[in-house]
């Protein structure tokens, strides 16, 4: 099956720009799946909760999920994308799997960086795989990559893909991602922004460099820092579900959870 990722830089606060932006860069792809960044429709630097609360959309229903939903018809995609939830008086850091017949599902962030603990509420959903014909696919949310809890979670449901939408702004990233894809012999689409945003003072930079990574921990493409991209590669499913590291030695049947209990009660204490 063929994955891709758009590597681009949205503008903040102006929704309608930013769709038409991604309509425009996935024109004429050809792809069965398709990751776009954390964040696209929006922009990400906030300087306050109502800010983010006006940008916010309900899902399915909003304006986001809906475009999203009638390029991923156009195109006979899958798409995953992050975006701003507005359920209710709670507001989520969120990712949309949708497809050609439209909606199929979101992901909360579970892990939030930085002042996003501010202006969102922390996911509330577990860890999720989704049927998409093609592969099986899992979502997470940027700094979801510094826990390894995350794409083990995913890897243990069946996910063949790590669908993975960012708005990176630390340079360590991308080679963890490698490992994450060894750990757990699974692939991985990492869907990152480029460009700055500044806003109440405050400055980031985000690094780029989005990528596709094999089940192997092969990069077989990776983006520059600062350049809007498109990439598409063919992505081998059967080597996601695969485990065999050799004759004696299996990734996930070797593992001896009896042995790992000390991961929730160091939690609990």
């Known amino acids: ?19 038409l932006t991604i309509g425009l860069l996935l024109d004429g792809l050809e792809a069965d799946l398709i990751v776009l960044p954390e964040l696209c429709a929006t922009g990400y ?42 359920a209710g008086d709670r507001l989520y850091n969120a990712a949309v799997l949708v497809g050609p017949g439209g909606y199929i599902a979101t ?12 202006w969102f509420d922390p996911g509330d959903r577990g860890l ?18 510094l826990f390894p809890e995350t794409a083990r979670v995913l890897a243990l449901a069946g996910a063949d893909i790590l669908c993975h939408p960012a708005n990176l702004v630390l340079p360590f990233c991308q080679d963890a991602m490698v490992t994450r894809c060894l750990e ?15 806003r109440g003072g405050k400055e980031l930079r985000f690094t780029g460099k989005s990528q596709l990574i094999g089940a192997d921990g092969t990069i077989l493409r990776r983006a520059g820092e600062t350049s809007a991209e498109v990439g598409v590669v063919e992505i081998e499913v059967g080597r996601s579900r695969d485990k065999a590291l050799n004759p004696y030695n299996d990734l996930l049947g070797d593992r001896r959870p009896q042995w790992y209990g000390s991961l929730v009660k160091a939690q609990e204490r």
């Open 1 to 19: 099956m063929k994955a891709g990722f758009i590597q681009f830089a949205p503008v903040f606060g102006e929704t309608e720009r930013n769709l």
């Open 45 to 86: 630097l906030f300087t306050s909760r109502r800010e983010a609360e006006l940008l916010g959309e309900e899902i399915p229903a909003g304006r986001t999920v809906q475009a999203l939903s009638g390029l991923a018809g156009r195109r006979g995609a899958h798409i995953v994308a992050g975006m701003i939830e507005r």
């Open 107 to 118: 992901y909360r962030k579970l892990h939030l960086f930085l002042e996003e603990t501010l």
């Open 128 to 145: 999720a795989v989704h049927d998409i014909g093609p592969c099986r696919v899992g979502m997470m949310i940027c700094f979801d990559w």
């Open 184 to 198: 757990n012999r699974v692939a991985a689409v990492t869907a990152n922004r480029i460009g700055t945003e500044a």
